[in-house]
C-alpha cells in the first residue's frame, strides 16, 4: 500500500452528505493516513446510469483523474462504492494498449498523459489494513449497543475479479471490522443484495420492491441499525423508509463513532432516520 | 453547448462488434435471470434480453428492459461461461442512447455534469451542512470544467445526449 493518498469523496458526499465526508476525515486523521483532497476532481461518470451514455466518457475522465495522482506519486481513496468501481475498473480497462492509447489521446489536448497503474482503494480497505489490534486500540467508545445488519452493497464486492475487496458469498471485511468495535452482527447476506438505488428516478415501484425485500430481513433479524460503506445505499435507506425505520451508518461514521467522535461533530442529526445513543 | 466532435480512434474502440462476442459465449442457462433482483419485481429479463439481442430482436429505439437493470452486477459474477450481460447492457444502453432511447432523467444529470462538474447539485443546505461541519466548499475551477467539457465533447456523452 502507498504511503501517500488523494481523498476522492465524489458528488453524492459532498454535495448532499457532507457528514460522511466529515466523518471519513476524523477516521483518517485518527490513523494518521497522509492524504490530502483529490486536486481538480469531477464526478467519475457513475457507473449505475451516466458511464452506459459514454464508456469512453467514463475512461477518459477517470484517467483525467488518476493521471493526477499518477504524477503526484499518490494513491487514491474512495468514499464512494460507485467512484470506487469508476476508478479501479477505468485503472484495469486501461491496461488495454488500444484504450490507453485512445484515451490519452484524449488527455493530450489538455497536456496530461496517464502511462502506468494507480492505487486506488475503497476506505473500507484503508480501515481494514489496520488490523485487529489497531483498532481496538483507537476504539475509544465500543459501539455494544448496535444490532447491525450488514449491507455491503454491490459495488463494494462486484465484479469481484476486479475489486478484489471481499469474498463473493459471505464477505467478512464489515463483520471483521463491526466486530472489532465491539458491535454485534446480526444479518450478514451470503450473497451481497442490492438496495435498489439504481432504478431510483427511473423505475420508482421496482426500486421500493428491491430495497423493501432487504429491509423485511433486517426487521426480521432484530438489527437496530444498518451499515453499508456505500453513499448511494445510504440514500435508499435514510431517504425511502417509510414510517418508523431502521437507522443507517455510513462505515466512516461508525468508525468515527467507536474513535470517539461526538455525534454532532460528525453530523448525525442530518440523518432522517434518527440512530438514538 | 457546443456540437460533439466524436474522437474516433475512442469511438472505434466500442462497436456491436465488442457485443458479439460476449453474446456468443451465452448458453442460455438462465443464471442470471435466477440472481437478478428487477427480474424478481417484473423489471429486465437478463437472459431473453440476451437472446434477443444475439438474434438482433431488439429495437434499441424503443427497448424499456435494457433501462431497468440496477447495475448490480450480479449477472455477471455468476454467469459461468464467460458472458457478461453488464458489459453487454453498458453497450445496449449507449447504442439506444444514440437513437434518442434514454430515460430523461439520465439527460439531466448530463447537462448538471456539463454546467457543473458533478452529477448532483449543490445547494444552499449543501453550503450550510459544510459550513456547519466545518468542511470548505465545494469548488470546481473554470480550468476544472473547461477540460470535463472538452472530454465529453470529443467522446460518446456529447454525441449521445448533449447535441
Known amino acids: ?277 | 453547448m457546443q456540437k460533439a466532435k466524436v474522437d474516433p480512434a475512442l469511438d472505434a474502440a466500442l462497436t456491436l462488434q465488442d457485443i458479439r462476442a460476449e453474446l456468443s459465449r451465452c448458453i442460455q442457462c438462465g443464471q442470471c435471470t435466477f440472481v437478478c433482483p428487477s427480474g424478481r419485481y417484473g423489471g429486465i429479463r437478463v437472459r431473453e434480453v440476451m437472446e434477443r439481442a444475439l438474434g438482433s430482436d431488439l429495437d434499441l429505439s424503443t427497448d424499456q428492459d435494457i433501462w431497468k437493470c440496477t447495475m448490480c452486477h450480479s449477472c455477471s459474477e455468476r454467469c459461468q461461461s464467460g458472458a457478461d450481460p453488464v458489459a453487454v447492457f453498458t453497450i445496449l444502453r449507449m447504442l439506444a442512447s444514440l437513437k434518442g432511447n434514454r430515460p430523461q432523467h439520465l439527460i439531466e444529470e448530463a447537462k448538471l455534469l456539463w454546467t457543473t462538474g458533478m452529477s448532483f447539485p449543490r445547494t444552499g443546505m449543501t453550503k450550510k451542512m459544510r459550513k456547519e461541519l466545518g468542511l470548505p466548499e465545494v469548488e470546481i475551477s473554470a480550468e476544472t470544467l473547461s477540460e470535463l467539457q472538452r472530454i465529453i465533447d470529443r467522446t460518446q456523452m456529447g454525441r449521445a445526449c448533449l447535441e
Open chain 1, 1 to 277: 500500500m502507498s504511503d501517500r493518498y488523494y481523498l476522492f469523496s465524489g458528488c453524492l458526499i459532498p454535495a448532499r452528505l457532507p457528514y460522511i465526508e466529515r466523518a471519513a476525515k476524523f477516521v483518517l486523521d485518527r490513523l494518521q493516513i497522509d492524504y490530502a483532497d483529490l486536486p481538480a476532481a469531477t464526478c467519475c461518470i457513475e457507473p449505475i446510469g451516466l458511464r452506459s451514455l459514454g464508456p469512453d466518457t467514463w475512461l477518459a475522465v477517470t484517467a483525467r483523474m488518476l493521471s493526477m495522482a499518477e504524477r503526484d506519486g499518490r494513491g487514491v481513496i474512495s468514499l464512494c462504492s460507485g467512484c470506487h468501481l469508476s476508478l479501479k475498473e477505468a485503472d484495469h480497462a486501461l491496461q488495454d494498449r488500444g484504450k490507453r492509447s485512445a484515451t490519452n489521446g484524449v488527455l493530450a489536448t489538455m497536456g496530461r498523459n496517464l502511462s502506468g497503474s494507480v492505487e486506488t482503494r475503497h476506505f473500507l480497505e484503508i480501515v481494514r489494513a489496520q488490523g485487529q489490534k489497531r483498532i481496538e486500540e483507537l476504539t475509544k467508545a465500543p459501539q455494544g449497543r448496535l444490532r447491525l445488519a450488514l449491507h455491503p452493497g454491490c459495488h463494494m464486492i462486484r465484479p469481484s475479479t476486479v475489486l478484489g475487496i471481499d469474498e463473493r458469498f459471505s464477505p467478512r471485511a464489515l463483520v471483521e471490522l463491526a466486530r472489532w468495535i465491539g458491535a454485534e452482527v446480526v444479518s450478514n447476506p451470503d450473497w451481497p443484495a442490492c438496495c435498489g438505488g439504481g432504478l431510483s428516478g427511473t423505475d420508482d415501484a421496482l426500486s421500493m420492491a428491491i430495497l423493501n425485500e432487504n429491509l423485511d430481513r433486517f426487521k426480521e433479524a432484530g438489527a437496530n441499525c444498518i451499515l453499508t460503506p456505500c453513499p448511494f445505499c445510504f440514500v435508499q435507506y435514510d431517504l425511502k423508509q417509510k414510517g418508523e425505520g431502521i437507522p443507517v451508518l455510513h462505515l466512516a461514521e461508525l468508525m468515527a463513532l467507536a474513535f470517539g467522535a461526538h455525534p454532532d461533530e460528525i453530523g448525525l442529526r442530518y440523518h432522517r432516520m434518527k440512530l438514538h445513543i
